[in-house]
């Protein structure tokens, strides 16, 4: 097992206000007995994407209801008219005919349950390995090379090899790009660093500077907190000096992986690597959290780490560690249960049983790994897992993190089970448990 510090949203990020987004006014167009929908919101250039991964740059020329079919205009490579199926374009591109052309909800369940981060096509002769190094310390060691892809900056040293862990970037952001509609106009230009160590000596030098970094800042009990763990940790999220983040057009937090073991950095899904770039992409679209809204964000971010690192590596290899800084500096540690590979079979036999009830009220309050038992970082997982194992519930979880992104915080309990199409938490809970007892959970 490997071990990640807690994701934590401390030491703070910035706290961006993101006011609610003003949606242009539709106006209904009636031609013959066809109804067409033209808004002038739906009428930008943007990203569409297929099902199967391919994206293009397009204007929505207009929608028909009646046979569900988008019109696109495509500029290049040479102008023309594309007429698509709704039901194969990308569930962000199906939210996005909601809301701007009036199209039937019902789009977005259309289909089966897609997995983009194994259907989409990556050009990896895109992927750049620029003459440019970076030195986060400001000295002239440790000094990382660098690979360029179209939404990450990947800096490594040693021998570690970075193209399958930009792989494993990339194709994690194009299936947040898949399921969330604002998802790529909030990224934006930017670029996620993600930095690889390969030697012990160099992660101590790291850490020691990034002590003293977070000291000098101000953030003495995250210093102390960094002091703590930083020899036993394999991943944690570091806030980055304002000349790295200005030099290279990167987000001022990136993950930084403790490359001991070289061999799990070589294939596209490794458990570990999935896990923490999973987590950090989903914790980067939510946003800034605020002190008072921090509720239920270890419990979103850490269960869809995990569900996506089981989904796409098929187990998990990630512990959890991190250190109670306020009582008697201690340091905990959480896994699942011991056997990676059948969490889903364990639980469910203990569901059955009545020796645990899946509660979501309990789950949300969840704030770190101390004191968390197997039991509930399983618990946590299939929670994310259930809000993501059909299409209606897929759509639904993105209207969570939408809503969590826009509000600064993760929706109360009730709120949460009104996304989801229910009129009470108990009766969320009832489906919940009724899926961890059903043999779609895997």
């Given at each position: 097992m490997l071990d990640e510090m807690t994701n934590h949203p401390l030491p703070p990020a910035p706290r961006h206000f993101r006011p609610p987004r003003l949606r242009p006014m539709k106006t209904l167009?009636?031609?013959?007995?066809?109804?067409?929908?033209?808004?002038?919101?739906?009428?930008?250039?943007?990203?569409?994407?297929?099902?199967?991964?391919?994206?293009?740059?397009?204007?929505?020329?207009?929608?028909?209801?009646?046979?569900?079919?988008?019109?696109?205009?495509?500029?290049?490579?040479?102008?023309?008219?594309?007429?698509?199926k709704a039901s194969d374009l990308s569930l962000a591109d199906r939210q996005h005919l909601v809301e701007y052309a009036k199209a039937d909800p019902k789009i977005l369940t259309a289909g089966d349950l897609e997995v983009p981060e194994e259907d989409v096509r990556i050009d990896k002769a895109t992927f750049e390995r620029l003459d440019k190094k970076l030195s986060l310390t400001g000295a002239t060691d440790p000094v990382f090379d660098l690979m360029r892809t179209e939404h990450f900056l990947v800096a490594y040293c040693g021998k570690v090899r970075p193209n399958s862990m930009a792989e494993i970037a990339e194709r994690l952001w194009h299936g947040s790009a898949f399921h969330h509609m604002d998802f790529r106009v909030d990224w934006g230009d930017e670029r996620m660093l993600i930095v690889l160590v390969d030697g012990?000596?160099?992660?101590?030098?790291?850490?020691?500077?990034y002590k003293k970094h977070l000291a000098d800042a101000g953030f003495d009990q995250q210093a102390n907190r960094i002091g703590m763990l930083w020899d036993k940790l394999q991943s944690t999220t570091i806030r980055l000096p304002d000349e790295v983040v200005e030099e290279h057009k990167v987000f001022d937090h990136a993950p930084i992986f403790n490359v001991k073991d070289r061999s799990r950095y070589r294939k596209v899904f490794a458990p570990f690597p999935t896990h923490g770039i999973a987590g950090r992409i989903l914790a980067r679209q939510i946003g800034g959290i605020t002190d008072y809204g921090q509720r239920g964000y270890f419990a979103i971010v850490t269960g869809h780490a995990y569900y996506k690192e089981i989904q796409l590596a098929g187990k998990t290899e990630t512990r959890l560690i991190d250190a109670d800084a306020y009582e008697g500096n201690e340091i905990a540690q959480a896994r699942g249960f011991e056997d990676g590979t059948s969490w889903a079979r364990s639980l469910r036999k203990m569901v059955r049983r009545g020796k645990l009830e899946p509660k979501l009220e309990p789950l949300l309050a969840i704030e770190n790994a101390v004191n968390l038992t197997p039991e509930q970082l399983v618990m946590i997982y299939s929670f994310a897992y259930y809000m993501q194992s059909t299409p209606e519930r897929v759509s639904a979880f993105a209207t969570l993190v939408r809503r969590a992104a826009i509000s600064n915080q993760i929706p109360a309990s009730i709120e949460i089970a009104r996304i989801f199409g229910f009129k009470s938490v108990e009766a969320l809970e009832k489906d919940w448990i009724e899926f961890i007892e059903s043999r779609d959970f895997k």
């Open positions: 167009l009636i031609a013959g007995c066809m109804a067409f929908i033209w808004s002038a919101g739906a009428a930008e250039l943007r990203t569409w994407m297929s099902v199967k991964g391919t994206t293009l740059e397009a204007k929505l020329v207009r929608y028909d209801p009646e046979k569900e079919e988008v019109y696109l205009s495509v500029l290049k490579p040479k102008p023309r008219e594309l007429k698509l012990e000596d160099v992660f101590k030098h790291v850490g020691d500077w």
